[in-house]
């Protein structure tokens, strides 16, 4: 019987039906050296001429020829790779050559960063994860991978739920029923969406319409997903509300919507342990985590070490690369932008909070969301670049994640700090500030959705929060003439628009869905405020002409944060450390009723400006000793002075 005939080209070029360009028949060709396939190309001549050549009594030399070649393969694929990366950077001043070093500065070209690119695999059971590649990575890896993804790894060690990853009646059963459910989505889009715009809206009331029809057939990112949504749009609702009775159990509305928040928190994460999400995720499970991060933040619950996992997991999807190098469209490349951008913003905010931790920003060359319309993204409409333009829903998040990075670099400044920085920061600040009004005045302010004139509020209130923390190292230093002397106006100034904010957000109904933000960092930003000004009045560094209505603004903003500290933690930590203060000032203010309108007429008892900051020390402590980044939030603020 005759041998079978063996193939003259390689492997890889069989199967592809090309020609194989090689003079010695040794692995690689000439063709898949080209084409990128150099590792896995293979001669089955060779193969059989080595199996026939080797000893029978020593049969592992073959394999270390083998082993041999492919190391040397390898070495010159991985060769190639480092020289076409080394190309794009720049040289280290160690490595350069000496004559580089005499160039005039105006004349060094940086190179444009190369960007990362790859491929999205996904399995069966449609979760995602990303794998990088370049021009000269192995091609057959890549649909190797494809081919043969496992959708479920064994012997994970935590997080892992074991049987079939569906959606149960368990999990189900925890939802509202239907009509409280439709309420609080609503309630959530009216509010939050705008204000924390991560989803596309219609893309998710799409899904959410398949949900309807049958709750069984969503995955479970989705529905931990909607727990999210849920834990944050209970927060926005009112104390009357028939919702909070009929959903919850506890006395008084503020409980109630602080366990049933903390109930849908718990309900998605045991949908996302559920889907196994330690190792198999997808968009929409980034989009759950930001979120939950998100509602965990407002709750002022601990986050850092969700926070890490989830932009771990940002990355495995592949959200830190650029989605115009994906094989994804329009749409899901946006949702895609404004995760990443999302999780830098919490990042950044939560390490400045922590004292950087991390003392680095996350790096990357993935664009910042376009400043469009959900609904503009299905047209392929572009953003529009005129600065008076309306403001959509993606500006707010487009603002703070601006701010966030300028609190990162106020909180970095050295003590004291260099004048010319704190100018520079300033300067940074009045330009946001600008560019805020100008964007919100394109119209008439009442003619803006309600969430735009919020947003408004929200945004100059943290604009002027960071004014504070850039001036309050100044204020002892201040004198009528030195590089320092507008400090304490400034400060002044600052504080006082946050208080008529926070009056404003308090009391108009228009904003009654953003109460949970005046109970939380809305009062957070006023004790900040009040503080301030009353260390300036201990001073004797307040305008002697508005003295009497400053003080009287103190007072009427410590009766808000007394008259709801039974409902908001930090109304109540705030309120025990100001209301002595003020009854120092004023025994007779808030003698017998702590409501807004028996302070709200009432003038200063002459007491001793000094009088202040004798009397109550801890106050002055607590205003320039606590660390700048302790200020940003009152999750890491002291709230015990010491």
């Excluded at 190797?144 to 149960?168: L, R, Y």
């Excluded at 991390?358 to 060359?365: N, V």
């Excluded at 017998?592 to 002459?606: E, W, Y």
């Amino acid at each position: 019987m005759s041998s079978k005939r063996i193939p003259l080209s390689c492997e890889n070029c069989r199967q592809r039906k090309i020609r194989c360009i090689t003079s010695t028949y040794q692995a690689p060709c000439d063709t898949c050296l080209r084409r990128g396939y150099a590792s896995s190309c293979r001669f089955r001549r060779q193969d059989s001429y080595g199996a026939q050549s080797s000893a029978p009594e020593r049969p592992a030399m073959g394999n270390v020829s083998a082993l041999e070649g492919l190391l040397r393969q390898n070495i010159a694929v991985t060769t190639a790779l480092l020289g076409q990366r080394n190309e794009t950077r720049l040289p280290s001043p160690d490595s350069s050559p000496a004559s580089s070093l005499h160039y005039p500065v105006e004349h060094a070209v940086t190179p444009e960063p190369v960007r990362q690119s790859g491929h999205l695999v996904a399995t069966p059971s449609n979760h995602v994860r990303f794998v990088p590649s370049n021009d000269l990575g192995d091609s057959s890896l890549i649909d190797a991978m494809h081919e043969s993804t496992p959708d479920c790894p064994t012997g994970f060690p935590f997080f892992e739920q074991p049987g079939p990853s569906a959606v149960s009646d368990e999990l189900l059963d925890l939802l509202p029923p239907l009509p409280q459910l439709e309420e609080l989505k609503s309630a959530y889009f009216i509010v939050f969406s705008p204000l924390f715009h991560v989803l596309h809206d219609p893309t998710f009331h799409a899904r959410y319409e398949d949900f309807r029809q049958n709750p069984k057939s969503v995955s479970l990112s989705f529905l931990a997903l909607l727990f999210v949504i849920l834990s944050l749009s209970v927060t926005a609702l009112d104390d009357d509300n028939p919702l909070l009775m009929h959903l919850g159990r506890d006395p008084s509305p503020g409980a109630n919507i602080r366990s049933l928040s903390a109930k849908y928190r718990a309900a998605a994460m045991r949908c996302l342990v559920a889907d196994n999400f330690m190792f198999r995720h997808n968009l929409c499970t980034v989009q759950s985590l930001v979120l939950l991060i998100y509602a965990i933040n407002h709750a002022q619950g601990p986050a850092w070490s969700l926070l890490g996992t989830t932009l771990h997991i940002a990355v495995a999807i592949g959200c830190a690369v650029e989605p115009s190098r994906l094989n994804v469209g329009r749409i899901e490349a946006e949702e895609r932008r404004r995760c990443w951008a999302a999780l830098q913003m919490l990042y950044t905010i939560q390490n400045t909070c922590l004292g950087n931790l991390m003392p680095f920003r996350i790096d990357s060359h993935v664009d910042l969301p376009a400043d469009i319309e959900d609904e503009e993204l299905s047209f392929e409409q572009l953003p529009n670049d005129d600065p008076s333009a309306p403001p959509t829903k993606m500006t707010y998040l487009l603002y703070k994640f601006r701010l966030y990075n300028l609190a990162f670099d106020i909180c970095q400044l050295s003590s004291p700090a260099d004048p010319a920085k704190m100018s520079a920061l300033d300067a940074r600040l009045a330009q946001e500030q600008q560019s805020h009004f100008v964007r919100f005045a394109a119209r008439p302010f009442d003619e803006l959705e309600s969430y735009h004139q919020a947003h408004y509020y929200i945004l100059a209130n943290y604009i002027n929060h960071l004014t504070l923390l850039l001036h309050r190292p100044s204020l002892p230093a201040a004198s009528v003439s030195g590089p320092r002397a507008q400090s304490p106006e400034q400060c002044e100034h600052a504080a006082t628009t946050i208080l008529s904010n926070f009056e404003k957000l308090s009391s108009d109904q228009l904003f009654r869905s953003y109460r949970w933000y005046v109970d939380g960092l809305g009062s957070f930003y006023a004790f900040f405020s009040i503080t301030t000004l009353l260390v300036l009045h201990g001073n004797g560094q307040l305008n002697a002409q508005s003295k009497s209505l400053i003080m009287n603004l103190v007072l009427r903003c410590v009766g808000l944060l007394v008259g709801n500290a039974s409902r908001s933690a930090v109304c109540s930590k705030a309120a025990a450390i100001l209301e002595p203060v003020i009854r120092h000032l004023d025994p007779v203010a808030l003698g017998s009723s702590h409501t807004q309108n028996q302070i709200q007429t009432r003038d200063m008892s002459p007491v001793s400006e000094a009088a202040v900051l004798s009397a109550f020390p801890e106050l002055g402590g607590l205003f320039f000793d606590v660390p700048c980044e302790q200020w940003l939030t009152p999750a890491g603020f002291p709230w015990i002075a010491s």
